[in-house]
């Protein structure tokens, strides 16, 4: 587990997605962000959603593997559930 501190004032998930990538070296869209259980939108104003001094926000990486995944089943025109076969 790892613990980060920001000193700066963030007004918004995104902004804080920036700097978390940043300092992991990770691309922006792999980095997602989670308060009291729910997926921070980019444009959702932190204060709004009770995020402050001393709060806490999970992150979760996203795998390379399920975006290029999720970039085959667009350009085949499939935009519904992927199909999984066991053989």
């Known amino acids: 587990m790892c613990y980060l501190q920001f000193t700066v004032t963030i007004a918004v998930c995104v902004q804080l997605k920036e700097k978390v990538s940043e ?5 922006l869209e792999r980095v997602c962000l989670i308060h009291t259980g729910k997926i921070l939108d980019d444009a959702e104003d932190l204060i709004g959603r009770g ?14 593997i399920s975006e ?5 089943l667009h350009a085949d025109g499939n935009h519904g559930n992927p199909a999984v076969s066991l053989l």
């Open 23 to 27: 300092k992991f070296g990770l691309a």
């Open 68 to 72: 290029v995944c999720s970039r085959e």
């Open 51 to 64: 995020i402050g001094d001393e709060t806490v926000v999970h992150m979760v990486v996203k795998s390379a």
